[in-house]
Structure formats: C-alpha cells, structure tokens
C-alpha cells in the first residue's frame, strides 16, 4: 500500500464540478492498493499517517503530526500510485490490487481512520476526480508498508 502524503493549507476533491470533499490545514492522502496489501497493510499505513510529523513546532522543526494541530484529513484513491515505471516510457499495472480489491481496502482503510479520527473527508473510489490544494512547504512524503 503506498500513500503520498502532502502537509495542505487546504485542499478539496470534486466531481462532476460538484465538491465532494475538503478540508482547511491538514493532510491530503494519495492512496494506491498494491496487489499484495491486506489488512495489516491498512493498519499499518494508517498508524503511520496519523503519527507521521510534518507540521512544525514552535521552534520550526517538523515535530508534530496532523492529530496534534487537529488538522484535516482529505483521503482520495489513486490507481496510478500502484505502477510499475522501472522499464520503459507507460507505466505497467501488473502490480495493483484489482479494482474490488483495491474499492474493499480504500474502503476499509476510510472506515478505520473515521473510527479513529474525526475530521475526514473522501473523494468517490474510481471516478474522475479534480484535486485543488495549496501545497504548504511544499511538503510531500511517500509511505509504504
């Protein structure tokens, strides 16, 4: 499972040219589902996302995580994160989860985060989606399990 995560001032997700999600400072969540994740995989990845450090202290140093500046949560799918791009010029998709797989782990990875976090918003699993955000730093990391 592999989520690239961007420390936000705001970011929001529409489709059809309606919003289907946003949040104010937070964390937006780019989320791919690997052929092989599980469970574990989920867990894993959300313990990392709520605990990760990117916002700065009083001192500056990035040493606090999203739930200590109870920030937002803004978690969309991304089929594309699960490409394979070692060889060639087009990305290979040998390596991602089928799509009701990959639906049943976003899924649950969403319901998990709700029961352990309030402030969470989604975008729609497989549709086509428009992602605004004001990247702050900018600040960008990918976790893997």
């Known amino acids: ?13 529409s489709v059809a040219g309606e919003t289907v999600g946003e949040i104010n400072q937070g964390i937006l969540l780019l ?3 690997e052929r092989d994740d599980d469970e574990k995989s989920v ?8 605990n990760y450090r990117i916002f700065s202290d ?6 606090l995580s999203v739930a200590d500046v109870e920030g937002g949560v803004l978690v969309i799918s ?7 791009t070692r060889k060639g010029l087009r990305p290979g998709f040998s390596t991602a ?10 899924e649950k990875f969403v319901d998990k985060l709700r029961q ?11 549709a086509d989606m428009k992602v ?13 399990t």
């Open 1 to 13: 499972m592999k989520g690239l995560i961007q420390r936000v001032s705001r970011a929001s997700v």
């Open 58 to 63: 009083s001192d500056g140093k990035m040493n």
């Open 132 to 144: 605004d955000l004001l990247n702050d730093g900018p600040v960008t990391f990918m976790l893997e």
């Open 116 to 126: 352990q976090y309030d402030n969470v918003a989604t975008g729609i699993f497989a």
């Open 43 to 50: 867990d894993k990845l959300l313990h990392k996302l709520l």
């Open 78 to 84: 991304q089929f594309t994160l699960a490409a394979d």
């Open 31 to 33: 989320l791919g589902v």
């Open 97 to 106: 989860a089928t799509p009701a797989i990959a639906e049943a782990l976003y």
